[in-house]
T-cell receptor, first 112, second 115 residues
Framework: AQSVTQPDIHITVSEGASLELRCNYSYGATPYLFWYVQSPGQGLQLLLKYFSGDTLVQGIKGFEAEFKRSQSSFNLRKPSVHWSDAAEYFCAVGANNNDMRFGAGTRLTVKP | KAGVTQTPRYLIKTRGQQVTLSCSPISGHRSVSWYQQTPGQGLQFLFEYFSETQRNKGNFPGRFSGRQFSNSRSEMNVSTLELGDSALYLC??????????????FGPGTRLTVL
């Protein structure tokens, strides 16, 4: 079965600084990859997804992610973080067996 | 278009009781999935329903069950509640069946506390 690891439990960045959240997956075939964001008391919102094609994926709110097969990674990036980006971010991996696995999440704090 | 709605938003039960949670998907969506989110285990998939049939199931005991109605609304039931069932239960809807491929839209969740 597939699995996903988010190595960073908590990250703090200053407003306006760049951001990179790490995600590594384990799966034998080409996975379906997702990044979700969850604000306190809210459900998950899809930021972006990768199924195939261009390995650099653009999402909402200025986020992008790059699929690197050689590194089994799908890191999320944003060039300039806004205070409203403070939330918890989840990477998820899906497979052809219709199983979906989520990472443990990375909590982002934005300093003024 | 209205999003996914879940009722109730908060619930307090005692051990041994049972509970039913409700989820209304986005209009036109026929797939509804349920997830449990806890600090210790994170987000875990419970089951997916499409056209009133359970299509996929996670690794949860039989105390967790669900159903879907003809209007695509779904309910999730947990019987004989245990303290460990305290969690945020999230519902997600999508147009087609298949967790891995179709985009899922999540509701705000139901916070269940078991005392």
């Amino acid at each position: 079965a597939q699995s996903v690891t988010q190595p960073d439990i908590h990250i703090t960045v200053s407003e306006g600084a760049s951001l990179e959240l790490r995600c590594n997956y384990s799966y034998g075939a080409t996975p379906y990859l997702f990044w979700y964001v969850q604000s306190p008391g809210q459900g998950l919102q899809l930021l972006l997804k990768y199924f195939s094609g261009d390995t650099l994926v653009q999402g909402i709110k200025g986020f992008e992610a790059e699929f690197k097969r050689s590194q089994s990674s799908f890191n999320l990036r944003k060039p300039s973080v806004h205070w409203s980006d403070a939330a918890e971010y989840f990477c998820a991996v899906g497979a052809n067996n219709n199983d979906m696995r989520f990472g443990a999440g990375t909590r982002l704090t934005v300093k003024p | 278009k209205a999003g996914v709605t879940q009722t109730p938003r908060y619930l307090i039960k005692t051990r041994g009781q049972q509970v039913t949670l409700s989820c209304s998907p986005i209009s036109g969506h026929r797939s509804v999935s349920w997830y449990q989110q806890t600090p210790g285990q994170g987000l875990q998939f419970l089951f997916e329903y499409f056209s009133e049939t359970q299509r996929n199931k996670g690794n949860f005991p039989g105390r967790f069950s669900g159903r879907q109605f003809s209007n695509s609304r779904s309910e999730m039931n947990v019987s004989t509640l245990e303290l460990g069932d305290s969690a945020l239960y999230l519902c997600a809807s999508s147009l087609a069946v298949g967790l891995s491929t179709d985009t899922q839209y999540f509701g705000p969740g139901t916070r269940l506390t078991v005392l």
